[in-house]
């Protein structure tokens, strides 16, 4: 398969500032795609996503195939308005629309009851569906053009850190979907908030923009789902949402988070990576604008300020694919407080480095 790489750069520029922008015969042509079963890559404000027509059983199936993904990880269908819910969920819990109240269009996926229109293929197997309105104007323009709600994962191969650039999507799937849109960097750079509205009160199941702070100041009685702190990921977890289960952002080499002061974490940071680089080893670390100078590795990478949790957020994915650009096989990563957009930080991190966290005592 030949994949069309589309420039959307232009058309956003001449749209800037509205929220629905005015449809082009390249973004008919990619809801066309989309309606007749195809693939096509596309941004959102979060991360890329990896669209096919979210009611059509075989598109969802041409999704897990591209990206390599295991079918019982749910997709998101993506929709522009509220009206569209009523063919795809059996009710609108009181929750959900105190939710979208607050912060639709934008990065929270729900999660509700599904209608039988929404196939097992999309949903994993589950009588739940995950749902989201994003406000990115290229996202809503091609589901406005396609007509359907739209199933969208990242669109990264299974397990790769998650696209914040359409070259990272061209990097993983070139040759195995239909078209690439290219809107340029995303805003974010953390997949969605989702939160459990289906029982008596809200569940978060995977951190992001949207805070546990932001969702206890609309409901007190909500609460985080275990498996976002957890260190030891129970392998026999059936997922109810992307993102619960699976190792995922996973660069090549070896990775590594230390915990502790930053006097120390910088100083056995060192050690370690003197020692891989007497083994042979390409040494990376993840630093921060306000380490950076202090370390000696082949290779160190600032994913943003402290004093600006948004800019590590946005460049998070991006330092781990520079990881694999340069070939290091020994990788180091400081770690964050996890409160407020530190914890979606964190959950993602976690999971790139498998788990493996090293806790750094003072000298």
Same mark, same amino acid.
């Given at each position: ?39 096509? @890559? !596309? ?69 509700? &009851? &599904? ?101 206890? &100041? ?31 952002? @996973? ?84 770690? !964050? ?21 090293? &806790?750094?005592?003072?000298?």
């Amino acid at each position: 398969m030949k994949t069309r790489y589309i420039s959307l750069i232009d058309w956003m520029k001449e749209n800037n500032g509205k929220r629905d922008g005015v449809i082009t015969p390249l973004i008919e042509e990619a809801g066309r795609i989309i309606k007749n079963g195809g693939l096509v @890559a !596309f941004p959102t404000e979060t991360v890329y996503g990896l669209g096919g027509d979210g009611l059509n059983a075989e598109a969802s199936k041409k999704i897990y195939a591209a990206k390599g993904r295991p079918s019982d990880n749910p997709l998101i269908l993506h929709i522009t308005e509220m009206s569209d819910l009523d063919g795809i969920v059996e009710e609108v819990p009181e929750a959900a629309r105190i939710l979208t109240d607050k912060y639709w269009p934008g990065p929270l996926t729900m999660i509700m &009851k &599904k209608k039988s229109l929404v196939p097992y293929s999309t949903t994993g197997g589950l009588d739940t569906v995950a749902v989201r309105m994003p406000s990115h104007i290229a996202a809503r323009a091609l589901i406005k053009a396609a007509g359907t709600p739209i199933a969208a994962p990242s669109a990264n191969s299974s397990g790769r850190p998650s696209p914040t650039r359409a070259e990272h999507v061209k990097e993983d799937l070139d040759g195995k979907i239909d078209m690439i849109l290219d809107g340029g960097p995303v805003g974010i750079g953390l997949e969605s908030t989702i939160i459990d509205v289906t029982g008596e009160s809200p569940v978060m199941l995977r951190p992001g923009y949207i805070t546990e702070e932001m969702m206890l &100041k609309l409901f007190p009685d909500a609460s985080l789902d275990p498996v976002i702190t957890t260190l030891h990921p129970d392998p026999n977890l059936r997922p109810k949402a992307p993102g619960m289960k699976y190792r995922h952002y @996973a660069p090549r080499g070896d990775m590594a988070i230390y915990e502790g002061s930053e006097r120390a974490v910088i100083e056995r940071i060192n050690k370690d990576a003197a020692k891989a680089k007497e083994a042979g080893h390409i040494t990376a670390v993840l630093a921060t604008d306000e380490t950076k100078e202090a370390y000696k590795a082949d290779f160190v990478f600032s994913a943003g300020s402290r004093k600006n949790p948004d800019s590590i957020a946005h460049n998070l994915f991006d330092v781990l694919r520079k990881f694999d650009e340069a070939g290091a096989d020994s990788l180091f990563s400081e770690s !964050f407080n996890d409160d407020n957009l530190g914890l979606a930080i964190m959950n993602r991190l976690r999971k790139a480095a498998g788990y493996n966290i090293i &806790k750094v005592e003072e000298k």
